[in-house]
């Protein structure tokens, strides 16, 4: 780490209240953002008066000064925590390398997060940087779709706008645009209507955020009935301890602010979205010995990070849980690239031809999105048997030590 990013971070620490760590005032006037029940995890302090918000602004300007001008590409970063390791998929990796090589360098993000059947939709970018995913998503969406890209960050917009003209040279459209701005204040943008979007997209972004609640409520309200947020991000195996979330390079690397995956559950679900769902991850490795020895040193040894995708439909028929109508999907092997079979998830891998016995939510995700042309549906709601056999509540990365430790994308069966 440089002696000028060090200085930049501890700056933050010191005379910043962030939002990842929670804090005692003296009036000890705490409100959670996450109403959940018993009040599990205490997000963010709602300080009064013009010293939160002030707060709130020099975590927006430190986080915008780190990525605009200490990171100026790439391989600056420390840890892996924003890099992404997985290979992409054939028509990604053919997206990418219609990219600018300036756009790519400057790329911090941590999976790959462009769903399929996206061809004409209509696609949100939350902390778009550079534009690296915006034009992955321009060329999957087609010259009848539409990418918007929100950003804080002026140098990283910038490079973004100015690689603009080259892109839509080499697609043959333009069909992008950019916007300055906070991703918790997107009504700000007034080209941003209620249920205008058809897919809101993140990459290693939201973790950042001071209010991660009110970007979860704009996502919600932004989409239209059936769409998704699809979004990779930061998370950990437990609540990181207060010694952890204080370390510079954590902060700056995105590790310190991940949230406890249980609590990141509890948030989508308060926020409308009743039923998140896993589709990929893999474990994070720090991968710079001093702050691997510093964890281990304060006796934090199992804490476990992990870079993990997500979709959430906005769909107001899910239920909380898993509930079993007697309900099934056959597969038409419709979908382009996925004619043998296709992934909802990382437990719902569907193939061809094949009667799939599904839970009353994967039923609604399925019947009730963009996806109903590609599937037959069996049964209806006369008769509910109960919870969806293997519904839990465990952690669910299957990539953790305890699973196993192994990298998921798609496969196996059954609901949950």
């Not at 779709?145 to 690689?163: H, N, S």
Request: net charge negative; with cysteine.
């Amino acid at each position: 780490v440089t002696s000028q990013a060090l200085a930049f971070v501890s700056a933050i620490l010191l005379n910043t209240s962030s939002a990842f760590i929670v804090t005692t005032t003296k009036t000890k006037t705490l409100s959670s953002s996450l109403s959940v029940a018993n009040d599990l995890f205490v997000e963010m302090t709602n300080e009064t008066g013009a010293a939160a918000a002030a707060g709130t602004a020099n975590t927006h300007s430190s986080v915008s000064q780190y990525y605009g001008e200490t990171l100026q590409e790439s391989s600056d970063l420390k840890t892996n925590a924003c890099c992404t390791a997985a290979r992409p998929a054939p028509q990604i990796a053919k997206a990418i390398s219609n990219i600018h090589p300036d756009v790519i360098k400057k790329y911090y993000g941590c999976g790959f997060c462009v769903p399929d059947e996206v061809e004409g939709m209509t696609i949100l970018d939350l902390g778009c940087g550079a534009g690296r995913d915006v034009y992955i998503a321009s060329q999957l969406v087609g010259e009848k779709g539409r990418v918007i890209g929100v950003d804080m960050t002026e140098e990283q917009l910038k490079v973004a706008k100015e690689t603009q003209p080259y892109h839509a040279e080499k697609f043959g459209y333009d069909n992008v645009e950019f916007h300055l701005g906070l991703i918790e204040k997107l009504d700000d943008i007034p080209s941003l209507k209620d249920g205008s979007v058809d897919i809101i997209i993140s990459n290693c972004v939201i973790n950042l955020c001071p209010d991660k609640e009110a970007v979860l409520k704009s996502c919600h309200r932004l989409l239209k009935p059936g769409g998704e947020l699809y979004f990779s991000d930061v998370y950990a195996s437990r609540r990181v301890p207060q010694e952890l979330r204080d370390d510079e390079v954590l902060w700056g690397e995105c590790l310190s602010g991940a949230l406890y995956w249980n609590d990141f559950q509890n948030l989508a679900k308060s926020c409308g979205f009743k039923d998140p769902r896993l589709v990929e991850d893999a474990p994070i490795t720090i991968e710079n010995k001093k702050v691997q020895d510093k964890i281990e040193e304060m006796g934090y040894k199992n804490l476990e990070f992990y870079s993990a995708t997500y979709r959430l439909f906005q769909l107001d028929c899910l239920e909380p849980h898993c509930e079993d109508y007697g309900q099934a999907v056959i597969y038409k092997g419709t979908i382009p690239r996925f004619e043998s079979g296709w992934s909802l998830d990382d437990h719902h891998y569907m193939e061809k031809g094949k009667i799939f016995p599904v839970c009353g939510n994967t039923y609604n995700m399925l019947k009730e999105t963009r996806f109903e042309k590609h599937f037959d549906f069996i049964g209806d709601w006369s008769t509910h048997y109960g919870i969806f056999d293997g519904c839990g509540t465990s952690m669910p990365f299957k990539s953790s030590v305890a699973n196993g430790g192994v990298s998921t994308k798609g496969g196996g069966g059954g609901c949950c």
